[in-house]
């Protein structure tokens, strides 16, 4: 599956918001369809899909103001039914106490390994980066979990 993204229609343009979708998931697409109507700063500009496949999702709803290179949809190979497995595996090693130094203040803190495993197949390495952090981030505070 491949991404498609908000395409920059203008040399100072940094947003647009989708006006209307004129495909709908399922629908087979070729290069230069009309696929979007996106507004700008300069008005309204049809948009078209740069390579040939089937509409697999929209992400971006109708209204909604994006910056370039946002994805709006998600696209398939023609005649491609199946989908890479979207897996991911997460291991626990065992809790260990540790010496810990805070505000002054030597004291014993438990801590835990956790290592996450993800199909590369479903997601690229920016969007996968961004996950991790946000695990890493509960896991240094796991009141918010």
């Known amino acids: 599956m491949t ?10 343009m940094q947003f647009g918001t989708i006006v209307d979708w ?11 369809d009309v696929v979007a109507l996106v507004e700008t700063e300069k008005g309204v500009i049809e948009v078209e899909i740069f390579e040939d496949g089937v509409i697999a999702s929209i992400q971006v709803q109708p209204g909604k103001k994006v910056p370039v ?3 709006l949809a998600t696209l398939r190979a023609n005649g491609a039914t199946v989908e890479a ?6 291991g626990f090693g065992k809790i ?4 810990w130094a805070a505000n002054g203040m030597l004291g014993v803190k438990r801590i ?7 199909d590369h197949r479903v997601s690229d390495g920016h969007r996968g980066g961004r996950f991790l952090i946000a695990i890493d ?8 979990l």
Request: hydrophobic content about 35%; charged content about 25%.
């Open 3 to 12: 991404e498609f993204r908000m395409p920059t229609l203008g040399a100072d």
């Open 22 to 32: 004129r495909v709908k998931p399922g629908d087979a697409v070729k290069r230069g």
């Open 69 to 71: 290179g946002t994805p």
């Open 85 to 90: 497995p979207q897996v991911a595996l997460v």
């Open 96 to 99: 260990s106490e540790s010496p």
């Open 112 to 118: 835990i390994v956790a290592t996450l495993s993800a």
């Open 137 to 144: 981030r509960l896991l240094q505070e796991p009141g918010k």
